[in-house]
Antibody, heavy 122, light 110 residues
Framework: EVQLLESGGGLVQPGGSLRLSCAAS????????MSWVRQAPGKGLEWVSL???????FYADSVKGRFTISRDNSKNTVDLQMNSLRAEDTAVYYC????????????????WGQGTLVTVSP | QTVVTQEPSFSVSPGGTVTLTCGLR?????????PSWYQQTPGQAPRTLIY???TRSSGVPDRFFGSILGNKAALTITGAQADDESVYYC??????????FGGGTKLTVL
């Protein structure tokens, strides 16, 4: 069974930093792309970042230059380093596994964690 | 700026059929955008329903059907049930690793 467990959320002041982590189990972690998706209170879902199986990284414009995604295939973890945080970064952050990419890639979010709340406030 | 559009809200009667759509403010949605659909109830993580336009995720009943209708992706729910009352999100893959969510459609079953 695929399991994704996020951690690292909390309260941080504007301009501060926070590092989120997602621990994965139940699948061959190194074979899958991993994403972060966030949801501000009362709002919709927003894709934040992707790291593919080859460790190539991609970011939404709203976080580019401030957030860094990374993965450790030896620990089955994917992290999101968030710097220069703003009030508008307040959200539940979900870790999501991408669909498989074998002979043909599937571009969707196949499995989800339960999320971790980040609050940016003075 | 690319914007993915969804109806803000929709209602359906129990047992009825409803079709939610997913479009682009400028342009047409095709299968080349690999549309996917997600269901979310309050306080819960999203649940994956449909990917690659019309492939149901594991365990999703065949009451949920994905398609392309005209210039939009569509999610059709037949035989609506009370627990279908949720917010439904579509996602389009824009290439270069980027995915875009629509704003979500709040479905009411009444």
């Amino acid at each position: 069974e695929v399991q994704l467990l996020e951690s690292g959320g909390g309260l941080v002041q504007p301009g501060g930093s926070l590092r989120l982590s997602c621990a994965a189990s139940g699948f061959i972690f190194s074979s899958y792309g991993m994403s972060w998706v966030r949801q501000a209170p009362g709002k919709g879902l927003e894709w934040v970042s992707l790291i593919n199986s080859g460790s190539r990284t991609f970011y939404a414009d709203s976080v580019k230059g401030r957030f860094t995604i990374s993965r450790d295939n030896s620990k089955n973890t994917v992290d999101l380093q968030m710097n220069s945080l703003r009030a508008e970064d307040t959200a539940v952050y979900y870790c999501a596994r991408r669909g498989p990419c074998a002979s043909v890639c599937t571009y969707y979010f196949e499995s989800w964690g339960q999320g971790t709340l980040v609050t940016v406030s003075p | 700026q690319t914007v993915v559009t969804q109806e803000p809200s929709f209602s359906v009667s129990p047992g009825g059929t409803v079709t939610l759509t997913c479009g682009l403010r400028s342009g047409s949605v095709s299968s080349s955008y690999y549309p996917s659909w997600y269901q979310q109830t309050p306080g819960q993580a999203p649940r994956t329903l449909i990917y690659n336009t019309n492939t149901r995720s594991s365990g999703v009943p065949d009451r949920f059907f994905g398609s392309i209708l005209g210039n939009k992706a569509a999610l059709t729910i037949t035989g609506a049930q009370a627990d279908d009352e949720s917010v439904y999100y579509c996602v389009l893959f824009m290439g270069s690793g980027i995915s875009l969510f629509g704003g979500g459609t709040k479905l009411t079953v009444l």
